[in-house]
């Protein structure tokens, strides 16, 4: 019913515009916090049927078209894209499909070696979390928290839904199992406090589809507009972030901005990017964590003080 705790928690977040909010801080001084999530991914040639989704456009099952053209990223489009991170000095948080440790571990050890940190994208991006169960969501943030601590030692942080799947329950259930930050909220250029069960925290740092090579590629734009998109959004927060910071997220498909045709324009839109003072090139982690530290409390106080709920606070 409204006004219950669970319909609060089914709106998520707290309604703050960005003219009327405490202001944001990034180490510093910087006025964007820049992170960059290549997609990492595994999509199986048979995949188990979803009676909601079917993971491949082309029926009837398989897609050879559709699985071999995401394979190309792995065999090939990776190495190239791994090369201009490498020129740039950029530290990327991988949105990965975690089988890619069993099934791609020269492209694993590749990753792991430059220190990139991993946000789960699932366990496969062919099977979606809409049809789980609240048990079996939960084992599954156990198997995505153990998967990567077996094979890199590192703390699950965060999560990018695979294909941007969802349940009810899925920001508790992340913050249940210790996760700090959901990446599938793409609705605003600061992260903001997300509300969730009982005294857990959550934030929702921002993802994009707007610098998003799979819709702008799907929508017939080419690797030049891409380009040009990218230098506007940079240009408008960082102008913007001299009042409070913001944040830019770019994200790139190995199968697409690694084709050789495009390649060197992931090349351009670091250059442009990296070339200005004031950015925080960073990890949706490191994010995370601050805006935890510094910000989280001061943004819920202000919903409050608004006579709104206070996104993450204990009902």
Same mark, same amino acid.
């Given at each position: 019913?409204?006004?219950?705790?669970?319909?609060?928690?089914?709106?998520?977040?707290? $309604?703050?515009?960005?003219?009327?909010?405490?202001?944001?801080?990034? @180490?510093?001084?910087?006025?964007?916090?820049?992170?960059?999530?290549?997609?990492?991914?595994? $999509?199986?040639?048979?995949? @188990?049927?979803? @009676?909601?989704?079917?993971?491949?456009?082309?029926?009837?099952?398989? !897609?050879?078209?559709?699985?071999?053209?995401?394979?190309?990223?792995?065999?090939?489009? =990776?190495?190239?894209? +791994?090369?201009?991170?490498?020129?740039?000095?950029?530290?990327?948080?991988? &949105?990965?499909?975690?089988?890619?440790?069993?099934?791609?571990?020269?492209?694993?050890?590749?990753?792991?070696?430059? #220190?990139?940190?991993?946000? &789960?994208?699932?366990?496969?991006?062919?099977?979606?979390?809409?049809?789980?169960?609240?048990?079996?969501?939960?084992? =599954?943030?156990?198997?995505?928290?153990?998967?990567?601590?077996?094979?890199?030692?590192?703390?699950?942080?965060?999560?990018?839904?695979?294909?941007?799947?969802? &349940?009810?329950?899925?920001?508790?259930?992340?913050?249940?199992?210790?996760?700090?930050? /959901?990446?599938?909220?793409?609705?605003?250029?600061?992260?903001?406090?997300?509300?969730?069960? %009982?005294?857990?925290?959550?934030?929702?740092?921002?993802?994009?589809?707007?610098?998003?090579?799979?819709?702008?590629?799907?929508?017939?734009?080419?690797?030049?507009? =891409?380009?040009?998109?990218?230098?506007?959004?940079?240009?408008?927060?960082?102008?913007?972030?001299?009042?409070?910071?913001?944040?830019?997220?770019?994200?790139?498909? @190995?199968?697409?901005? #690694?084709?050789? /045709?495009? +390649?060197?324009?992931? !090349?351009?839109?670091?250059?442009?990017?990296?070339?200005?003072?004031?950015?925080?090139?960073?990890?949706?982690?490191?994010?995370?964590?601050? =805006?935890?530290?510094?910000?989280?409390?001061?943004?819920?106080?202000?919903?409050?003080?608004? %006579?709104?709920?206070?996104? %993450?606070? +204990?009902?």
């Amino acid at each position: 019913m409204p006004g219950s705790a669970d319909a609060g928690r089914e709106q998520r977040v707290d $309604y703050l515009p960005m003219v009327d909010r405490p202001r944001v801080t990034w @180490p510093d001084g910087a006025r964007v916090a820049f992170w960059v999530a290549p997609n990492v991914e595994h $999509y199986e040639y048979l995949p @188990p049927r979803d @009676p909601t989704r079917n993971p491949w456009v082309r029926n009837p099952h398989p !897609d050879v078209q559709g699985y071999s053209q995401r394979d190309y990223g792995n065999r090939v489009g =990776f190495w190239r894209m +791994a090369e201009a991170f490498d020129r740039h000095d950029v530290k990327a948080t991988v &949105s990965l499909n975690l089988a890619v440790f069993e099934h791609y571990p020269e492209v694993a050890d590749a990753m792991m070696s430059r #220190g990139w940190e991993v946000m &789960s994208h699932g366990i496969y991006n062919t099977r979606y979390i809409h049809a789980l169960d609240e048990d079996q969501e939960r084992a =599954f943030y156990r198997e995505c928290i153990d998967t990567l601590r077996r094979h890199t030692g590192q703390q699950l942080l965060g999560m990018l839904g695979p294909a941007v799947s969802n &349940s009810l329950a899925t920001p508790d259930l992340m913050a249940e199992a210790g996760l700090i930050y /959901h990446a599938d909220w793409m609705h605003d250029d600061q992260p903001v406090p997300l509300r969730v069960r %009982g005294s857990n925290r959550l934030v929702s740092v921002p993802y994009t589809t707007e610098l998003n090579d799979v819709p702008v590629y799907l929508q017939h734009f080419e690797a030049e507009d =891409f380009v040009a998109m990218a230098k506007a959004q940079f240009d408008v927060l960082w102008r913007e972030g001299e009042e409070s910071g913001r944040v830019m997220c770019l994200a790139v498909h @190995p199968y697409l901005m #690694g084709a050789p /045709h495009r +390649a060197r324009h992931l !090349d351009e839109i670091f250059e442009y990017v990296l070339g200005h003072e004031g950015v925080w090139q960073t990890t949706a982690g490191s994010i995370a964590s601050w =805006f935890l530290e510094h910000h989280y409390d001061a943004f819920v106080d202000h919903a409050r003080d608004l %006579g709104r709920s206070g996104a %993450g606070r +204990a009902r």
